[in-house]
């Protein structure tokens, strides 16, 4: 009787591991080959510079700047893919974003308004490589002074570069930081490496 039930434990134990630990990953996977292939290849952009799915961090003056990263020790990590953790309430968020919101204005002090929110938060997943428009168009003197263009030329690459909602009514108007920051060197050529 041990023997009979022993036995079909170990073929249902079987059964599962081929369909659902080989057959199913494969068959999803070769959809999304077929389907999704810049996706299911990494959506890497010009000679793998970066993802277009991952945010990463741009230093020079003249380049948008992503929102801020919780994911790894030092933000940006994509293997330690995660937000803060820390609410409302905590000394240590509320700390970090007042630095942030300095070195912003520090950074911008020719930008209109108050600083969009999203430029001081992380996201969920600490690699969100996108910003509203809003927040993109409030980096525009930063960017036309540190690349010596006139600010109108720089605006007119972002809102060249907005992706509209997916499906017409899901989500938010957005741009892709790194897709807008290759848009800026190709208009503009390279901005001078000691630009900060």
Do not use: C
Not at 36 to 47: E, I, L, Q, T, W
Not at 85 to 102: C, I, V, W, Y
Request: a neutral charge; proline letters at 8%.
């Amino acid at each position: 009787m041990v023997r009979n039930e022993l036995i079909v434990s170990i073929r249902a134990t079987l059964v599962t591991l081929v369909l659902l630990g080989l057959a199913y990953p494969l068959v999803t996977t070769g959809f999304a080959v077929v389907l999704f292939p810049s996706r299911a290849h990494g959506s890497f952009v010009d000679n793998n510079v970066g993802s277009e799915l991952i945010a990463q961090p741009f230093g020079n003056a003249g380049y948008l700047q992503p929102r801020p990263s919780a994911a790894g020790d030092k933000g940006f990590d994509a293997a330690g893919s995660s937000g803060s953790n820390l609410g409302p309430t905590s000394k240590a968020l509320h700390d970090r974003m007042e630095k942030d919101a300095q070195r912003l204005l520090q950074e911008n002090p020719d930008a209109q308004g108050p600083i969009p929110a999203e430029l001081v938060s992380a996201s969920g997943s600490g690699l969100d490589p996108h910003l509203s428009p809003a927040a993109a168009l409030w980096q525009v003197p930063r960017i036309a002074k540190a690349r010596n263009v006139e600010e109108a030329r720089v605006r007119a690459v972002i809102e060249g570069n907005v992706e509209h909602r997916d499906l017409g009514f899901l989500g938010e108007p957005r741009v892709n930081v790194l897709r807008v920051n290759l848009a800026f060197d190709e208009h503009f050529g390279r901005p001078p490496v000691a630009a900060r």
